[in-house]
């Protein structure tokens, strides 16, 4: 059975991204759950990044099977890009927040400050990217599977 695994693959950031990403901007605009959302949002976040770049990897496997589609894979392609780097920026907010977030037990935690607010940004700001970006890359790709 030669099952391709980049069908196996995309399902895990398009389920978690959007969850991680409502999550990350629910957690800066809703100071009372910021307690109760960081750690889901940045176990998602990473689940799916992670999932993204092996996506990405089984994505250029595939795509060697179709060369007639090589206009749509590369369209494909930049929008997983883009995808990559909202995730890079999303998870560098996770990160800021976690290390200047009291009581997280993550690492030395920076005083909360311009740190804090730079994270809170980015995970706004990186969330919204995500967001657009995994809707973007999964039409082009059900575009192609799918014909549209």
Known sequence: ???????????????LFPLAAIAGIVHVVVKRWRGHLLWPTAVAALVAFL?????????????????GEAAQV?????????????GSVFGLGIL????TRPGTGFGPRLK??????????????GGLAV??????????GARMVWGG
Do not use: C, K
């Open 1 to 15: 059975m030669n099952l391709p695994l980049h069908p196996l693959f995309v399902h895990l950031p398009v389920v």
């Open 51 to 67: 999932a993204t770049l092996v996506a990405r990897t089984t994505g250029e496997d595939l795509a060697q099977r179709f060369p």
């Open 74 to 86: 590369a369209v494909h392609e930049q929008y997983s890009s883009l995808l990559v780097a909202a």
């Open 96 to 99: 800021l927040a976690l290390l």
């Open 112 to 125: 909360p400050g311009w740190v804090a607010l730079l994270g809170h940004v980015l995970m706004v700001l």
């Open 131 to 140: 967001l657009v970006t995994i809707v973007l890359t999964g039409d082009s």
